[in-house]
């Protein structure tokens, strides 16, 4: 069970129209999302049976409080949680006055704060970056930890996440395109956590991916050509432009623009967002998506898990596309893709 801290959405107003999205009917925007730490409980209450994943960043919530929540959610689930904690991205830092600059060293901060609420025997003192902590104490009942990833890339998150995280989590095939790409740079990490003086097997890795799912491969076709999911491909498909080359594909993008640091939904201009899709082929929402049936997603997420990933969340955009009474059924879609990857 996997929650994200999303404040808006991928998707700009321009985009959400009937012609797109037949939900665009009923529901006025795409952006009307609930908390998802409120979300994990209840869904938890639901199914306790399973695990807790949750993505955030280090920016929104002050690290006390965070590790407080964490800690909370971990013994709900009897430890069998995971939280991925970003930089920040500017849709959802920007607008509500957050500062997005502070997000490598603010996730830095947090990483040890929580290091000090899980280790320390008392009341502890920290200076940090951009937080400092004065005979802070949460109390001895610690019975669960949650393990803590870093979410994204990047030289300083690697460097964050192999000293004080627990595992890395990426996007594919958004940040690592291939299972080889994957399998190079897990590597890698584990050279460098190796080499200060941690256990580089202990040292897990996760992805998020954007996929299509499908079993009617007319239904695929038509998503494919979808003006929302070529956008998103456009700007999520590759995190950075300069990495569609390794697709054998043009930037639809400009140089040096990336989704995390300068989409803002709401302040996008109708002439950009019309000039990437002029650029956006079929070829790029292919390999923009892990998409197919159910059991074909299943593959190419095995693929990754073959390289050295042992967490996957697929995120399905189909849903978003489809008439409400297919879209629908895109939980069963997804819990089918899932129990095919646990099973292989």
Not at 71 to 94: C, F, N, S, W
Not at 232 to 254: M, N
């Amino acid at each position: 069970m996997s929650q994200s801290t999303q404040m808006g959405s991928f998707i700009p107003p321009q985009l959400w129209r009937t012609e797109n999205a037949p939900m665009a009917a009923m529901l006025r925007d795409p952006d009307s999302m609930h908390d998802a730490f409120l979300m994990t409980s209840y869904t938890h209450a639901a199914a306790p049976e399973l695990g807790i994943s949750v993505l955030t960043d280090g920016l929104r919530i002050g690290p006390a409080q965070l590790t407080q929540m964490l800690l909370t959610l971990a013994d709900m689930a009897q430890g069998r949680m995971v939280v991925h904690v970003g930089g920040g991205e500017v849709k959802q830092t920007g607008p509500f006055g957050y500062k997005r600059s502070r997000g490598i060293k603010s996730l830095e901060d947090f990483a040890r704060i929580f290091d000090a609420f899980l280790t320390s025997d008392g009341p502890f003192d920290y200076e940090g970056n951009h937080w400092q902590m004065k005979q802070a104490f949460l109390g001895s009942a610690r019975a669960h930890r949650p393990r803590i990833h870093a979410m994204g890339s990047g030289p300083m998150l690697l460097d964050v996440a192999t000293s004080y995280c627990d595992g890395l989590s990426s996007a594919a095939p958004c940040a690592w395109g291939t299972p080889e790409e994957a399998a190079e740079v897990i590597a890698q990490v584990r050279k460098d956590v190796e080499r200060k003086g941690r256990d580089p097997e202990a040292f897990t890795f996760g992805i998020f991916c954007p996929v299509l799912i499908h079993e009617d491969e007319n239904v695929l076709d038509k998503a494919l050509d979808n003006p929302i999911v070529r956008w998103i491909a456009a700007t999520f498909g590759r995190i950075q432009g300069s990495d569609w080359a390794k697709a054998g594909l043009p930037s639809p993008t400009p140089e040096g623009w990336a989704y995390f640091k300068d989409f803002l939904p709401k302040a996008t201009p109708t002439a950009f967002i019309d000039d990437v899709l002029s650029k956006t082929t079929r070829a790029h929402a292919e390999v923009g998506y892990l998409w197919g049936t159910p059991q074909q997603v299943a593959d190419k997420l095995l693929a990754y898990a073959e390289a050295g990933v042992s967490f996957v969340a697929p995120a399905d955009y189909l849903p978003v596309v489809c008439d409400p009474e297919d879209a629908a059924l895109g939980l069963d879609r997804s819990i089918a893709c899932l129990g095919a990857v646990k099973g292989g």
